[in-house]
């Protein structure tokens, strides 16, 4: 089975309206409300490749309980740490072709918190074969949080990918337990790495994956949006192309190309099919409207149209 | 006991924002969710006063929950219909000085949440003395609706006070059983009786307040803002005057007046004290941030600077 841990999860609530009139009353009809967050959309992305996965990660609150409803409709196993602090709610006004969001940041959660999630993640390890974590920690949560989750994963003997950005990305890599996997876009890696990275030159993305602060992490996966990726498994880099698609919605593509490479991890997959595999499951999530849905049926004529090159 | 009736309560949400960014992401700490619509503001202006209030109307799904909550954590009584249906958030951005709203529809309601809601109304009637309707109807509902409320009532010698507009309050003042009393404001009267009206004439008001389709209302309270309000009480007519205060939020002053305006009922008061009550909550939540919040200490103060005119 495949542990997803999502730490802040949200109710995504998107209003669709014509003109967004500033300083007035908007009226809004059409609303939708999802079950939201970067690994539920992992979650949901392992789920329709017919693998085991369970949910896991904080909800609280009402906003909690809709959040569990919204899964149980989509049929997926969720064992949340539930607390008492209403989870969050993420907007989106899609107005005049415009996306303008208002993100909220999510409960403010103590040390109890802390430990008492810890625990329950614990009792979750016998489970699980593999674990993905991403997005970002609740608001009191220790910025190396995540390090301490790989580093009990990692006694067990569970690789862990994770799907982080930033100061909480940068903290869990300089420590000694490392993740698994990583797969940070060229914008995140140069953030963490502080070096320009030239997506057409081989020889800048393999210094890039190839920089001292990512060793001993056996795979990083850099997407490079339409470009495809560019691979490091062990000290073999790879090239990964991908065909022109119809992008209808990005949103959620990243979560669903890591839902890609936990399913070949869990399946023990050879490096090519993985890389494949994660392409196509992100592709198939942006020629959809909803984020986070990926159609199956498409799964094979777009997997036979990824190309993976090892560099020599 | 006053029975307050929402049918479309909502959780309200504020987003407090130095700049709202079009297009982008804002991020938001400081977000205020409250037990919102305008009969809940009603229901707290009755409870400030004093009188044992009981709040009605339709709640549902989690949203439904959370306004269950904040009810209690403000140790407000209800008895609402309970639907598997959402019930809506309403959206508050407050930016560079704007308050761009976002206000959901609600749900979309059938024909059997009427009759069931119609018979939770009735079996609350032994136990009320008083009822205000306040508000929009939710989606699905018939415009006649409130009628139906109001008929029943007033079989059962029950007064009831509305606070609607438009197409519904025009459709219930056609009917044959009519509203105890009725507080428009001056842009909602000129809309239903289709008269402009000069808020410095006296004649003007008069014949606005005795307009042939407000015949048999015993109570016309129009509100004229900071001008105070002109009312008409079966033949007779009133002009009241209010001091100059410091607003720091006019939302849900009419909604606290109209419970000032309960309340004087329920206690049998005589009509100036009732407007000049009435007067005085409105004036009090005013001046205070948070919406539908009077404090009551400043009651006396305010009161003794209402002066009401009756008009020979």
Redesign the interface.
């Known amino acids: 089975m495949i542990l997803t841990i999502t730490m802040n999860p949200s109710v995504d609530?998107s209003?669709p309206?014509n003109k967004?009139?500033?300083?007035?009353?908007?009226?809004?009809?059409n609303?939708k409300?999802t079950a939201g967050g970067k690994g539920l959309n992992v979650t949901r992305g392992i789920k329709y490749s017919g693998i085991p996965v369970l949910a896991t990660g904080i909800i609280g609150?009402?906003?909690g309980?809709?959040i569990q409803?919204e899964l149980d409709n989509d049929k997926i196993a969720y064992n949340f740490y539930v607390t008492q602090q209403?989870s969050?709610?993420c907007?989106a006004?899609l107005h005049e072709g415009?996306?303008?969001?208002?993100?909220?940041?999510g409960p403010v959660l103590d040390d109890q918190d802390v430990s008492v999630f810890f625990q329950h993640y614990q009792s979750l390890l016998s489970q699980s074969k593999v674990i993905t974590i991403s997005g970002s920690l609740p608001?009191g949560f220790p910025n190396d949080f995540y390090a301490r989750l790989i580093a009990q994963a990692n006694k067990h003997q569970i690789p862990v990918l994770l799907d982080s950005s930033g100061k909480v990305l940068l903290q869990t890599l300089r420590l000694k337990d490392k993740p698994f996997l990583i797969k940070p876009n060229k914008d995140e890696l140069q953030q963490i790495i502080q070096m320009d990275i030239d997506a057409n030159d081989p020889h800048s993305l393999m210094k890039a994956v190839s920089h001292p602060l990512l060793d001993n992490i056996t795979y990083v996966i850099m997407s490079l949006g339409k470009n495809g990726a560019f691979a490091r498994c062990h000290n073999r880099c790879y090239q990964i192309s991908i065909p022109n698609i119809n992008v209808v919605n990005p949103v959620g593509s990243g979560d669903v190309t890591l839902a890609g490479l936990a399913v070949s991890i869990h399946e023990n997959e050879n490096i090519e099919v993985m890389l494949k595999r994660a392409m196509t499951m992100g592709m198939l999530n942006a020629m959809e409207s909803q984020t986070g849905f990926v159609n199956m049926n498409h799964f094979d004529k777009y997997f036979q149209k990824v190309t993976v090159t090892a560099m020599m």
């Not at 415009?98 to 940041?105: A, G, M, P, R, V």
């Open positions: 609530i209003y309206l967004l009139v500033i300083n007035d009353i908007n009226r809004v009809t609303v409300k609150g009402t906003t309980q809709y409803k209403e969050r709610n907007i006004i415009n996306q303008t969001e208002i993100l909220e940041s608001q």
